[in-house]
T-cell receptor, first 113, second 115 residues
Framework: NAGVTQTPKFRILKIGQSMTLQCAQD?????MYWYRQDPGMGLKLIYY???????DKGEVPNGYNVSRSTTEDFPLRLELAAPSQTSVYFC????????????FGEGSRLTVL | AQSVTQPDIHITVSEGASLELRCNYS??????LFWYVQSPGQGLQLLLK??????LVQGIKGFEAEFKRSQSSFNLRKPSVHWSDAAEYFC?????????????FGQGTRLTINP
């Protein structure tokens, strides 16, 4: 049972480039989330989804887009990378029943130069 | 709006000593409260959670936390720490209305263990 899988684990981008961070879960969870983690700032919610075809903004959505075409996948798209998007990104999922417990991926470290 | 404050950015304790990590939250209604642990290079793992009922909750790895409504606190404790407890610890609050659909995390406390 793989849980939540994120790819890539590391990536360096140039300013203005685009990329997609992939996230997949095999637990049939309804809820999925993208967080970013910056030193001393904890985790900030970027986007979340309550099921296939439904997404909503979190605290810090600017510069990002998401889609949820299947229950399993929740990719995060950066259209025009900026240095402020240098961060560690975590995808998480949660079942409908188990209120609150998030299952996290191992993170994707992104550097924008 | 919900908020979580972890006053201690970094704590160092000796192996075998007791531990208390502080967490204060701000939320108007009854909160859902959580503690997560993050080992280096890893994602977060749930240690314990409080929804209702007994205000002292037990978690994994020998941790416990106590919900004190009057102090808006949810401090994490462990009677005797092990070197493997070195990690970063995050307190989080979720709203009852939303069924903990979205969590707000504190800034984290980094725990160092001296041998």
């Amino acid at each position: 049972n793989a849980g939540v899988t994120q790819t890539p684990k590391f990536r360096i981008l140039k300013i203005g480039q685009s990329m997609t961070l992939q996230c997949a879960q095999d637990m049939n969870h309804n809820y999925m989330y993208w967080y970013r983690q910056d030193p001393g700032m904890g985790l900030k919610l970027i986007y979340y989804s309550v099921g296939a075809g439904i997404t909503d903004k979190g605290e810090v959505p600017n510069g990002y887009n998401v889609s949820r075409s299947t229950t399993e996948d929740f990719p995060l798209r950066l259209e025009l990378a900026a240095p402020s998007q240098t961060s560690v990104y975590f995808c998480a999922s949660r079942s409908l029943r188990n209120t609150g417990e998030l299952f996290f991926g191992e993170g994707s470290r992104l550097t924008v130069l | 709006a919900q908020s979580v404050t972890q006053p201690d950015i970094h704590i160092t304790v000796s192996e075998g000593a007791s531990l208390e990590l502080r967490c204060n939250y701000s939320y108007g209604a009854t909160p859902y409260l959580f503690w997560y642990v993050q080992s280096p290079g890893q994602g977060l793992q749930l240690l314990l959670k409080y929804f209702s009922g007994d205000t002292l909750v037990q978690g994994i790895k020998g941790f416990e936390a106590e919900f004190k409504r009057s102090q808006s606190s949810f401090n994490l404790r462990k009677p005797s720490v092990h070197w493997s407890d070195a990690a970063e610890y995050f307190c989080a609050v979720g709203s009852l209305i939303q069924g903990a659909q979205k969590l707000v995390f504190g800034q984290g406390t980094r725990l160092t263990i001296n041998p």
